[in-house]
C-alpha cells in the first residue's frame, strides 16, 4: 500500500524557514519523480517544486531561488526547504508522486507576522 506522510509545517514569520519533509512507503522510491503542491486559501493546487530520479529539479517562479527540494532514496524521503518565506506562501503543502493518483494528506505552512 502507497502511503506519502508530509511533516514539518508550522507557524512562522516573514523571512524565516522551514523543512518539509515527506516519508514515502510502499513504492520503489528511487524510479519516481517526486512532487511538492500547495494550496492555499482560495486557491487551487499548484506545483510547488519537483524532483526527479536523476535528480533534475524544477520550480515554480514564484519559489525559484528561495526553495530547494532535494531527496535521499536510501530513506524513501522528499524534502522541500523553504526559506525567506512570504505571507503568500501560506497554503497545505502535498506530497506527490508526480503523473500518479498518490498524495499525501498534507502539512500546513502559515506564514504570518
Known amino acids: 500500500q502507497v502511503q506519502l506522510v508530509e511533516s514539518g509545517g508550522g507557524l512562522v514569520q516573514p523571512g524565516e524557514s522551514l523543512r518539509l519533509t515527506c516519508a514515502a512507503s510502499g513504492i520503489i522510491f528511487g524510479i519516481y519523480t517526486m512532487g511538492w503542491f500547495r494550496q492555499g486559501p482560495g486557491k487551487q493546487r499548484e506545483l510547488v517544486a519537483r524532483?526527479?530520479?536523476?535528480?533534475?529539479?524544477a520550480y515554480a517562479d514564484a519559489v525559484k531561488g528561495r526553495f530547494t527540494i532535494s531527496r535521499d532514496n536510501a530513506k524513501k524521503v522528499v524534502y522541500l526547504q523553504m526559506n525567506n518565506l512570504k505571507p503568500e506562501d501560506t497554503a497545505v503543502y502535498y506530497c506527490?508522486?508526480?503523473?500518479?493518483?498518490?498524495w499525501g494528506k498534507g502539512t500546513l505552512v502559515t506564514v504570518s507576522s
Open positions: 506527490n508522486i508526480v503523473g500518479t493518483a498518490y
Open positions: 524532483i526527479t530520479s536523476s535528480d533534475i529539479t
